[in-house]
Structures are given as C-alpha cells and as structure tokens.
C-alpha cells in the first residue's frame, strides 16, 4: 500500500540555522503531498501542500518540491525560530478506495535553541 | 469560530467503562475521519464517513463505534475501555473530491487507568 517515510528525529537546531525534514513516498498514482506541523498540546495543521509534480508549496518560510522522479518532498526552511519547535509530519492522500484518507509518515521533532 | 472542534479535550477513565467523543465541524465538508495517535507520535486513520455512511473502517476493534448523525458530526463511542486505548483521538474533515486537505480538531487525550 502507500505509505510515507520520515527522517528520525529529533532535530536539534540553533536559530537562524537551515533546516531540512526528509520525506519519501510510495505510492501508486499521483497523490498529493502535504506537510503538517503540529505545536506542543495542539491539533495538526496544514503547514504546505503539493498537488503534482514539480509543485513548489511554501507558507511561513518553508518550502518543499513534490519530486516525482525521486518520490520525495523535503521540508526546508532557511532560518529556523524558536517558535518552529514542533513534530513535523509528511502525507500523501491515498484515493486508492476512491474515497480519501491521509497517510501520514511517523512525524519529526524539530527542536530549535535560542 | 473554530472549524473543527472535539469535546471533551481530555478524558480519564478506568478500564472497562464506556465513553463517547464527539465532533462538529463547521466547514460545509462532508467527509469526516478519527485518526489515532499513538504515544510515539504515530498517526493513523481509523474511520472515515462520507455523507453520513461509513466508507473506511481500518480494521478497528469492534468495541470503537463511529456515529455520524449528519454530515457535520462524527461521534466515537467506546466500549470496554482498555489501557491500550490510551492514546489522543483526532477527528478530521475535508471535501471528498479526492486528494484535498485534511482539517483536524485539537485532539482529545483518552487515558485508561
């Protein structure tokens, strides 16, 4: 079935410092891709998105490519903040039953030091 | 204002009571999911409802019941709670036109003692 992989974490980061999240998929089709962040004690919410190939999603600074040829979409940010700690978590939309769900990867911890 | 919401936030319980979650979103979608997260973060789905009619069931213990009585609500019942059920609860929605984004609630933290 589909599924997403996730780099281990946790990254530990200073401020100011660039980050990278790395997310690979496999799936069957073209799903979309997405990254969500979710904040100590709170729900996920949508950090970016990428609905084909070559798509660039961005928001707050970050960005990441949906890459077919490598199936992968990596989470980056130039300079990361204090207030960007948080459990980063890659998915894709699966419509294999023709109705959808997200698979999500097993999320990153990013952990960012004054 | 909040699109998709959940009560209770959290939620104590002794082993073999029973108990209910429930959510409503405000967001005219009209699939609805129950997602559940494990201690290590891991996320994964457990329900989904489209219109009202159950469309993914994610080989789930019969003891978790999914009731959805319109499009905008999505309840969990639980049977016979056990300490494995500890884990945080998230409901989700999204339009069902396929490969859209989930919008999810803040999460109801079950713990079985």
């Known amino acids: 079935g589909n599924s997403v992989t996730q780099m281990e974490g946790p990254v530990t980061l200073s401020e100011e410092a660039f980050l990278t999240i790395n997310c690979t998929y496999t799936?069957?089709?073209?799903?979309?891709l997405f990254w969500y962040v979710q904040y100590p004690g709170e729900g996920l919410q949508l950090l970016l998105k990428?609905?084909?190939?070559?798509d660039k999603g961005s928001n707050k600074g970050f960005e990441a490519t949906y890459r077919k040829e490598t199936t992968s979409f990596h989470l980056e940010k130039g300079s990361v903040q204090v207030s960007d700690s948080a459990v980063y978590f890659c998915?894709?939309?699966?419509?294999?039953?023709?109705?959808?769900?997200?698979?999500f990867g097993t999320g990153t911890r990013l952990l960012v030091s004054p | 204002d909040t699109a998709v919401s959940q009560t209770p936030k959290y939620l104590v319980t002794q082993m073999g009571n029973d108990k209910s979650i429930k959510c409503e979103q405000n967001?005219?979608?009209?699939?609805m999911y129950w997602y559940k997260q494990d201690s290590k973060k891991f996320l994964k789905i457990m329900f989904s409802?489209?219109?009202?009619?159950?469309?993914i069931n994610e080989t789930v213990p019969n003891r978790f019941s999914p009731k959805s009585p319109d499009k905008a609500h999505l309840n969990l019942h639980i049977n016979s709670l056990e300490l494995g059920d500890s884990a945080v609860y998230f409901c989700?929605?999204?339009?069902?036109?396929?490969?859209?984004?989930?919008?999810f609630g803040q999460g109801t933290r079950l713990t079985v003692v």
């Open positions: 989700a929605s999204s339009h069902t036109a396929g490969r859209t984004e989930a919008f």
């Open positions: 799936a069957t089709g073209y799903p979309s």
């Open positions: 990428a609905t084909k190939a070559d």
């Open positions: 998915a894709l939309s699966d419509t294999g039953t023709g109705f959808q769900k997200l698979v």
């Open positions: 967001l005219g979608h009209d699939t």
């Open positions: 409802y489209n219109n009202k009619e159950l469309i």
